[in-house]
């Protein structure tokens, strides 16, 4: 059976009080909108079509042609957005999955267990749709699910259309829905004007029981489908979402030594027996690998760690280190540091920019930026790279199995070569051949 998902996106989300529209507000790594064709692809292998609307420029910029668009250009309603998605769909697919873009805690195998419920209830006929329902204690901003006195689904009512014993009924409608593909589209242009002027999806639960068809439903757990609102939902969503990261990673192997701490985007990857300590953020697509130890107090963001690195109260962000590096405490990693094998930076070192080369040694409080460094050079305490002249930014290399004195000013452009040495202190502004030893202010060679 062909499924295909729907999003329901085009609402702008006033309570967010922002000026972004709330389905892009982020959870653990990914915009609220993200989440949802994430779920989708996990369900489905039809590209998920997204109901536009609010902010609709800004969403296709994030999702790119991860969806197809349908443009919802007034919301009048969740009915009237399915129905955008129509000329798309219509007889391409043989159900139709209907999901939010506000609610990133919804799982995937939820999903997939609604699927299943309808083809499973489909094939004895005459099923119009099947459902989503939760039970909770405070049923405040759901629609509320009435039953027969066959216990079977007769009507969705929206909260402000309830009576004083409707607003007492604890079944609650996500609004998740799997529907035959065909009867959807015949019948969503029946869906009546509501007394707030929109056309409800839930009305289309008390089309299939007028036409005796059949509604399924099963039961869904509130933490899953109690959609964002506000920054208070987002902040409580972060929280769940951030945990179920952590103890996917933990179940793969990977020590979290304080889960309170740690704050890790579902888009990072961890490789086994990495120890991950307190206090360390991971962002983007921060791909760290194997026996490595993370933290404490760490800021990783997009950068790639190989494995048995060690990176200790520091922040690396668009940079790399290969395997067997170490970093801190207090190093910063700039966009654009490529840390080769075995390279160890100590304390206030910051690189941008840069190729450190196998084996380099930088140990305290250094600064290099724009600059190519060949394997096994000494960096000395204090060493600068001078590389910006007010105006523009300028390269500095140094060769291999160099040793650059403490507090060495390096005014690029400038090129030290293999195996040179300069003297503590010195202000290098022409170039070092090969072998060559220069000190002095500006630093001259050495008498051979
Ligand atoms: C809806 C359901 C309600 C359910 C609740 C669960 C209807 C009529 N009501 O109510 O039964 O308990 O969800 O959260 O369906 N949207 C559009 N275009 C529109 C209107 C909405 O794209 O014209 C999108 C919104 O961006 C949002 C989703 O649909 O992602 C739900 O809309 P919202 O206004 O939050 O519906 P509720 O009033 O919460
Ligand atoms: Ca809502």
């Known amino acids: 059976m062909k499924i295909s998902t729907v999003i329901l996106a085009a609402g702008y989300g006033t309570r967010m009080k922002s000026k972004l529209p709330k389905q892009l507000h982020r959870v653990a790594g990914r915009t609220l909108v993200e989440w949802s064709v994430e779920i989708a692809n996990q369900v489905s292998s039809e590209l998920p079509t997204a109901v536009v609307g609010h902010g609709k420029e800004d969403v296709k910029r994030v999702l790119t042609d991860r969806v197809q668009y349908a443009v919802q250009e007034e919301q009048l309603g969740t009915g009237h957005a399915v129905q955008q998605a129509e000329s798309l769909l219509r007889g391409q697919v043989d159900a139709i999955i209907v999901i939010y873009g506000d609610m990133p805690l919804l799982r995937g195998e939820t999903l997939r267990g609604l699927a299943d419920l309808f083809i499973q209830e489909q094939a004895t006929g005459n099923l119009a749709l099947a459902m989503l329902t939760v039970v909770r204690d405070d049923p405040q901003g759901f629609g509320r699910i009435l039953r027969d006195t066959d216990g079977k689904i007769s009507a969705i009512v929206e909260e402000a259309a309830c009576t004083a014993e409707q607003l007492k009924i604890r079944e609650l409608n996500p609004g998740i829905y799997c529907f035959d593909a065909n009867w959807l589209w015949d019948n969503l242009s029946s869906i009546p004007l509501s007394a707030k002027g929109e056309y409800y999806l839930t009305d289309m639960v008390e089309i299939a029981v007028a036409q005796g068809k059949r509604i399924a439903s099963t039961f869904a757990d509130i933490e899953e489908v109690d959609g964002i609102n506000t920054r208070i939902h987002l902040a ?156 523009n930014k300028h390269k500095t290399h140094i060769g291999a199995n160099s040793f650059i004195g403490s507090d060495t000013m390096l005014v690029a452009p400038i090129s030290v070569g293999k195996g040179a040495r300069t003297g503590a202190g010195s202000i290098v502004t022409k170039d070092v051949g090969d072998g060559e030893l220069v000190y002095g202010v500006p630093a001259k060679a050495a008498a051979q």
């Open 236 to 391: 409580h969503a972060e929280q769940i979402m951030r945990r179920r990261i952590l103890n996917r990673l933990m179940l793969s192997g990977v020590t979290i030594v304080d889960p309170d701490s740690t704050y890790i985007d579902d888009t990072v990857s961890i490789g086994q027996d990495t120890r991950i300590m307190p206090a360390t953020i991971l962002e983007g697509c921060t791909e760290i690998g194997r026996d490595c130890v993370i933290g404490p107090t760490s800021h990783i963001i997009d950068s790639q760690i190989g494995d048995h690195c060690s990176v200790s109260q520091s922040v690396v962000e668009y940079a790399s280190m290969a395997e067997h590096c170490d970093i801190g405490p207090f190093s910063h990693l700039r966009k654009g540091a490529i840390l080769d094998a075995g390279v160890h930076l100590g304390n206030f070192g910051e690189v941008k920019n840069s190729y450190l080369g196998p084996g380099t040694k930088m140990g305290h409080f250094s600064y290099l930026g724009d600059s190519h460094i060949e394997g096994n050079v000494n960096i000395g305490a204090g060493t600068i790279t001078c590389n910006f002249d007010g105006e």
